[in-house]
């Protein structure tokens, strides 16, 4: 019996990132840098499973194709290396720049090792590259934020333009989390705390234009299960102008992240997350990452709400699709009795009428829209959801083990692991009451981005 080739693994996801081998698991310092994107990942280079914490390293053109570069960041005498962030210093206010060579710099959690029981603090640390991500040279002066409470940790830092200024956010404890700022990503001045009950841990923190109304914009902070606080910033406090949002439903959607230094002329959110406590027997690797998706703060009747959906750049691995239109869908009918694979890209707007429930079933899964309970279900998770006029719109991304569940353009999302029998290959759309309508679908099946 002869072992499959790296990536072609029977349960090795194959558009979505992971690594070669061993644990990984938080996206960390994502950042845009000469027409790269960078993702890196917290990485046990020596397990299956969580430990060594290690910042693994892959580099993309296109958000889908990813290359695997030696472990970043590795731990030292100092401790391991958790969760952080990392920005291009275009303006080189920390003075890490080489020549013409601008400087990505990275700013990340050290977790001191335990000493006879007692367990050592966390503190943040800085290192800088001139070489585009391949080579680290960690500051001199690190610790630049000393330990402040127990499992301080997952700095996000970010520029803000009108006061020149560096902002971070960092996870405190508990539901508690601050705010700094800086002139040169070394001296940290504190701003304020920020408690937000319900949330632990991996904020991010950005500005977005708001779609629609009357535009303008508003800063979104995010936690690591995505749900989210709007409001505005003036370079010294985020003052939040909502409760605690939600567009993220999926069970398997975690330490959510976004790319900082997309060029101006793209001006996408870009966000990815580590789609936690996916199983992978008799694997090399252990854990994967979602689809990258753009985010969107659109203007709603109830104020600004983001909405999230799979990036373009998805649509370059379409295989020739299959294409339904004016379809009266009846109950036990399934238009897709034909298809089978493992890898498919799907969006469909379906007019709901009278039917009790409207759903896909993938591989034995289903994905359920139940119109009298106004909830959408997918893996275990649910959302709210309500048809618009009488019609949904859903997209699905189907990879080997996982679906990514969008609704009404990415007003919600259930981003899910699942481990399918190995020989269900199966699709089904079907509703269940009074008839309902198709009034268009799409089903793509894609190729796989590994060699």
């Not at 996000?156 to 539901?175: G, I, N």
Request: charged share 20%; proline share 7%.
């Amino acid at each position: 019996m002869t072992t499959p080739s790296l990536y072609h693994e029977a349960l090795r996801p194959q558009f979505h990132f992971t690594a070669a081998r061993n644990w990984l698991n938080d996206p960390n310092g994502l950042v845009h840098h000469n027409g790269e994107y960078h993702l890196f990942f917290q990485h046990n280079p020596h397990g299956l499973e969580w430990g060594n914490m290690t910042w693994g390293h892959a580099v993309s053109t296109d958000l889908l194709r990813w290359r695997q570069l030696p472990d970043a960041i590795e731990p030292d005498a100092e401790g391991t290396i958790f969760s952080g962030s990392a920005v291009v210093d275009t303006l080189d206010t920390g003075g890490f720049g080489k020549g013409a060579e601008t400087a990505i710099v990275a700013l990340f959690t050290v977790a001191r090792p335990d000493s006879a029981g007692i367990k050592s603090p966390y503190v943040q640390s800085l290192a800088s590259s001139t070489d585009c991500g391949r080579s680290w040279t960690r500051y001199a002066g690190n610790p630049v934020i000393p330990f402040i409470a127990e499992g301080n940790r997952d700095p996000k830092v970010v520029w803000h333009a009108p006061t020149r200024k560096w902002v971070m956010t960092l996870y405190l404890k508990d539901d508690s989390f601050a705010f700094f700022n800086s002139p040169d990503l070394k001296n940290w001045r504190h701003l304020h705390d920020m408690t937000v009950p319900g949330t632990s841990e991996c904020p991010d923190f950005f500005e977005m234009p708001i779609l629609g109304g009357d535009g303008g914009s508003k800063w979104v902070w995010t936690a690591a299960d995505g749900r989210y606080l709007v409001g505005s910033f003036d370079g010294h406090r985020f003052t939040t102008e909502t409760g605690l949002l939600q567009a993220e439903y999926g069970r398997n959607s975690y330490a959510v992240q976004t790319f900082s230094d997309i060029l101006p002329e793209d001006g996408r959110r870009i966000q990815i997350a580590w789609m936690r406590e996916g199983k992978y027997p008799g694997m090399p690797f252990n854990q994967q990452m979602s689809i990258p998706c753009e985010l969107q703060l659109r203007s709603t009747p109830s104020g600004p709400r983001l909405t999230k959906l799979p990036v373009r750049e998805i649509e370059s691995l379409h295989e020739p699709g299959h294409h339904w239109a004016n379809l009266a869908l009846q109950p036990g009918a399934n238009p897709l009795s034909e298809l089978k694979g493992d890898l498919w890209h799907i969006r469909a707007e379906i007019e709901v009428g009278d039917a009790a429930q409207v759903g896909f079933r993938i591989r034995g899964e289903a994905a359920v829209f139940d119109a009298r309970e106004g909830r959408i279900s997918c893996l275990g998770a649910s959302a709210p959801m309500k048809a618009r006029d009488a019609r949904i719109r859903l997209e699905l991304l189907i990879d080997r083990t996982s679906v990514e569940l969008f609704g009404n353009d990415g007003e919600v999302a259930l981003t899910s692991c699942f481990l399918p029998s190995a020989d269900d290959h199966d699709l089904e759309l079907f509703t269940t009451g009074p008839p309902a309508r198709v009034i268009s679908m799409e089903a793509y099946p894609l190729r796989s981005v590994w060699p």
